[in-house]
């Protein structure tokens, strides 16, 4: 018989509530909680063999810990596949869930597969690593969700078949397919099968959908130039040598934010940028390049505006999530909006 | 300001200024230091004249240098 290991977190590995969000990693013989269901069904392919319980705050806020000691348990077990949650709409238990069906299936070379509620905002950050079955936004929806993850399972231990994300069930992972088994048709045919339906005013589906865009409404003008506070906002890369928030160079989920309040230009070899998606020579020869803080001061003299904002807002363009950078976008904008700034110079590279 | 103008307006940005390019959206290696101070003063001008613009879709301003 096939086996399979569970992650719950403490609500259900049955160890308390939130008082005890802080539970370290344990594991146990068995199944608990929603795995007794889940072995149910399982059966006779598959068996839970054993359960790890770790609380969504120990996992959130000592995550390397965390991932250590659950690698450190299932160092010396044999399993088919790594199943955890479901976790709804959770968002830390989403989170643990996604980050370690993912680390488990890197480590071990084990399928992982894991539920949750399609708001939940691990969806986003693991379904292109992990199956994410669409789950319910509550516990509610356990004996609904259990047997989607149960059954896929099954097939993933007995090495069946697989059939598309949508008719299994799960969350895309951005695979596309040359070649489909059902009906067996090339990517070119499907190409132009499309296009004539696009000619015809057929309705068709694309295989490759656009993310969705959120239209921002236009802004006012700026009333009076000669009045306005105008800040200095970038997505490249620019900052004080030594990089002084960790900003990552690319896939950036920080921003910084640095004063310079008494700065006629942004000097080479106090700026630079690290920016990893394109040659930075010219950007740290001359950082007025990328924010041009010295042309927008001679306006400032010229009385052409007001004056410009104290910091400069900077963070990385390239391989940024579109999430992540509508989060960051939203938090400096907060900040502009409490200092009073009447508009924005972006530059982007 | 951007140099990829038609990401810049899919992505959803309503007042566009055209940059040099990806490294240096307002400068150039190849333009005398002098030049590249007119240029990046120019186009920084239009980004501000931009702002101060009525628009009623997102809208590329034109730059002469």
């Avoid at chain 1, 099968?193 to 239209?215: Q, S, V």
């Avoid at chain 1, 309040?261 to 001359?286: C, M, R, W």
């Avoid at chain 1, 900077?314 to 700034?341: H, K, N, P, Y």
């Amino acid at each position: 018989m096939k086996k399979a290991i569970h992650y719950v977190n403490q609500f259900f590995g049955q160890i308390g509530g939130e008082d005890q969000a802080d539970f370290a990693p344990e594991i146990r013989e068995g199944f608990v909680g929603p795995g007794m269901l889940l072995s149910k069904l399982l059966a006779p392919e598959a068996t839970v063999t054993h359960t790890i319980i770790c609380g969504d705050n120990f996992f959130g806020s000592r995550k390397e810990e965390a991932i250590e000691r659950i690698l450190h348990f299932l160092r010396d077990k044999e399993f088919d596949v790594f199943i955890a949650g479901p976790a709804f709409m959770a968002g830390r238990y989403g989170f643990a869930c996604g980050e370690i069906c993912k680390v488990v299936q890197e480590r071990f070379g084990v399928p992982a597969v894991t539920s949750m509620f399609h708001e939940n905002p691990a969806v986003e950050m693991f379904r292109r690593d992990v199956y994410i079955f669409a789950g319910g936004d509550s516990a509610g929806a356990m004996r609904k969700d259990i047997p989607k993850v149960a059954a896929f399972a099954k097939k993933l231990v007995t090495k069946s078949e697989l059939r598309p994300a949508k008719e299994e069930g799960y969350f895309p992972r951005g695979i596309r397919l040359e070649a489909f088994q059902y009906p067996p048709v090339s990517g070119a045919d499907r190409a132009v099968d499309m296009l004539l339906k696009k000619l015809n005013g057929e309705p068709f589906e694309t295989e490759m959908p656009m993310p969705k865009i959120n239209r921002v409404p236009i802004a006012p003008p700026v009333a009076n130039l000669r009045e306005a506070t105008i800040a200095l906002v970038t997505s490249g890369g620019v900052v004080p040598v030594g990089n002084p928030d960790r900003i990552q160079s690319a896939s950036a989920t920080k921003w910084g934010k640095y004063n310079i309040a008494d700065q006629q230009s942004l000097k080479a070899g106090e700026y630079v940028t690290i920016h990893a998606g394109f040659d930075p020579s010219a950007g740290n020869e001359n950082p007025n390049v990328i924010v041009p803080l010295d042309a927008l001061r001679a306006y400032e003299r010229e009385g052409k505006i007001g004056r410009i904002h104290d910091y400069l807002y900077c963070t990385v363009g390239t391989g940024t999530t579109q999430a992540e950078a509508s989060r960051m976008g939203a938090e400096i904008a907060q900040q502009l909006l409490d200092a009073q700034v009447s508009a924005v110079v972006l530059t982007a590279t | 300001m951007a140099n990829l103008v038609s990401i810049a307006k899919t992505v959803g940005a309503n007042r566009i200024v055209p940059t040099v390019s990806i490294p240096y959206p307002l400068g150039d290696p190849s333009l005398s230091l002098e030049d590249q101070w007119k240029l990046r003063k120019h186009r920084v001008g239009v980004a501000l004249d931009a702002l101060a613009t009525e628009i009623t879709e997102p809208t590329i301003f034109e730059v002469k240098i």
